[in-house]
């Protein structure tokens, strides 16, 4: 079932949640809604579940109107960042909720009732907890539940709202793999609400990035890792990189030499760490600058170094794989040659990608 | 002796000579206090009420009067009870599910009864529903009869004790957020589902303890109740009013055995809310922990 979202609004006081949001989400797809807190994602989710109303705009639902349906009539599933399971319930009852508030007519039998619950929790790996308490499970587990819970009433839509925010890292991972082979399987239009790029990048379709109540870009994370439309987006991005504990590099080339600078006055310019380039010699073509490495971590895949531009002292980072890192060799004190493949530069909200040509640098 | 406790080097736990004297002196403090100014009195109503004998504490008890005011005490409780728990319900909801203007004044009304003196509240009572009050000529051609009858009585009671269920329910259904009714009512459950599958099996510890603190006030009260009542024999006194009007009419033995009554239903709450503390957790605020690690 598709979803579309059409120049919805909110305004909590002065604060604008929501300014004029559109967005399509096509049946079967898993869209992320990714943003920084108070970017209005969570806000866009409940008004799409018909838990907050917008002031402004509409939500169709199979391109049918459901702005003003009450949540219990949308029919959809909802997965709650803190679980919120019945905790006077077991696992089997908190499953068959849903399924057993139908009104009587539409209501299964209760034989029929007990299979599907038990096809669920099978489905959610967690056979053997039927009649186990929610406070007895581990977060993971609750969370399994939950969504179980949700899939029950075989909802036209999965709506998940930061699911895997309160779990640990690699629970985390696990779960995300597995919400993105389940949905695989059953094919249900999802929403996921996440803060966490990784995760977005890793599950979705395709991508919504949110700020301040605005829709910065929406597109697959391919395209929206490789072309940022915004400075914003980028920046938001590249905490993927912060993520793993790197850094994104910020050049700044306005009083340097070279190519871009005639093109574009005063923009600001993005470099991820893997796309800076190393070596201990200059190449007779190259523009670089000069850093000198103040750490290196070498644990792991991908080696990271911390560097200090000569001069400026500007603290950069660079990532290079380990059988480049072991031919410079380089150790903290070294100097190095540095220069990007590629900058991505803003200006007023102009975005352009360079793959830098021979002579140009920062 | 801290080789038997090698874990623990805490000065509480293994006080200097100083520091044990001085324990002990606020224990015994604390005691000796207990015991003059509750226990002893407590003890002083049961064996001034059996001073003449069983038989005669059950004739105390028997007597007409006396009998008509237990009556009277129950159907207060039974009708203030109910009356209380549906509104501490209601006002909960509200407080903790809505957001609302004036939400912060009806916080504090709800505190109203609790600072007002008693006294206070009956002649309220008194000056819109008695003769010369504002309804009174109205309430005279119709024949009703509140002030001086049972339903003033049960009015003041009301007013007296309707804090107590909603000021249990309000910081538990507050710690407990309205996640899980949300997730009921996404899930499709009715109003009146969401209420007797999810609410009320997630409050009902507190709001039985809210509860039995309000029964316990309905039948202890005095104040409001003596203003309201007119104190006639045999109609309008309840179980409290019995006992000082036996005790004003030198009457002690019989005062003594109505209030060793009294005294026993507070016992008996009591004990039930322990009870409930011990098996639910109310009080120790261990809420169940939702967010993991």
Known sequence: ?362 | MSSHHPVSSSSLLHPSRAQQVGRVTLILIALLFLFGFLILPVAVVFTEALSQGWKMYRDSICQADVLSALRLTGLVAGIAVPLNLVFGLVASWAITRFEFHGKSLLITLIDIPLSVSPVVAGMMYVEVFGLHGWLGPWLSEHNLHVIFAVPGIVLATVFVTFPFVARELIPFMQAQGSDEEVAAVVLGASGWNVFWRVTLPNIKWALLYGTILAASRSIGEFGAVSVVSGHIRGKTTTLPLQVEMLYNEYNFTAAFAAASLLTLAAVVTLGIKKGLEMTTGIRRGNEEEEVDS
């Open chain 1, 1 to 362: 079932m598709s979803i579309q979202i059409e120049h919805i609004s909110k305004q909590y006081g002065s604060f604008t949640a929501l300014a004029d949001v559109s967005l399509t989400i096509g049946g079967g797809e898993l869209v992320a809604l990714l943003g920084p807190s108070g970017s209005g994602k969570t806000t866009l989710l409940r008004i799409i579940a018909g838990l907050e109303s917008p002031d402004e705009g509409s939500i169709l639902l199979h391109g049918e109107e459901s702005t003003r349906h009450s949540a219990s009539r949308r029919g959809i599933g909802f997965v709650f960042q803190h679980y919120a399971l019945f905790r006077h319930m077991t696992i089997f009852e908190n499953v068959a909720f849903g399924l057993s508030v139908q009104s009587r007519l539409l209501r299964p039998s209760r034989l029929n009732i007990r299979e599907r619950v038990r096809e669920l929790l099978h489905l959610v790996q967690l056979d053997s907890f039927a009649e186990m308490y929610p406070e007895q499970l581990s977060g993971g587990q609750r969370q399994r539940v939950a969504l179980a819970r949700a899939l029950a009433v075989k909802p036209k839509v999965l709506l998940l709202d930061e699911p895997f925010s309160a779990l640990d890292a690699k629970v985390r991972k696990e779960l995300r793999d597995w919400l993105r082979r389940i949905h695989d399987d059953l094919h249900v239009t999802t929403v996921l609400v996440t803060h966490d790029q990784e995760e977005a990048l890793e599950v979705a379709d395709r991508v919504a990035i949110l700020n301040l109540g605005k829709l910065e870009q929406t597109g697959t994370p391919e395209s929206i890792y490789n072309n940022p439309a915004s400075p914003f987006v980028y920046n938001f991005l590249g905490n993927v990189n912060l993520f793993h504990g790197r850094l994104l590099a910020e050049l700044s080339f306005e009083e340097r030499a070279g190519s871009t600078e005639r093109l574009i006055d005063s923009a600001i310019g993005f470099v991820r760490p893997h796309e800076l380039e190393l070596s201990r010699n200059l190449p007779a073509d190259r523009r670089a600058v000069v850093a000198s490495v103040i750490r290196v971590h070498a644990a792991g895949p991908q080696i990271r170094l911390e560097l200090s531009i000569a001069g400026s002292g500007r603290s950069v980072a660079a990532e290079m794989g380990r059988k480049q890192f072991e031919q410079l060799a380089l150790v903290p004190g070294d100097n190095v040659f540095v220069w990007p493949q590629y900058i991505h530069l803003f200006d007023d909200d102009r975005a352009m990608s360079l793959l830098l040509d021979q002579g140009a640098g920062i």
